[in-house]
């Protein structure tokens, strides 16, 4: 499930964008050590699939950042 912008933009609002880039770069590293243990075990693992739910969430707020700063650039 991926969230609105704006409960993105409220669950996060609190975080910066250093913040939740060094997040992702550590849920993809627990995703990929995961991984590594092999793809059936990781499929059933909890951990990793709430890993991969909350970096769904911290790169779909990175990216509404993004596009909500290129449009204010934009306007300029």
Do not use: P
Request: hydrophobic share 30%; aromatic share 6%; with cysteine.
């Amino acid at each position: 499930m991926i969230a609105s912008n704006e409960d993105l933009q409220t669950m996060f609002r609190n975080s910066t964008t250093e913040e939740l880039e060094a997040r992702l770069t550590q849920l993809e590293n627990v995703i990929s050590h995961l991984r590594s243990r092999g793809l059936s075990w990781a499929y059933d693992c909890r951990e990793i699939r709430i890993a991969e739910h909350n970096s769904g969430h911290v790169f779909a707020e990175l990216r509404r950042r993004k596009e909500e700063s290129a449009k204010t650039q934009d306007r300029k």
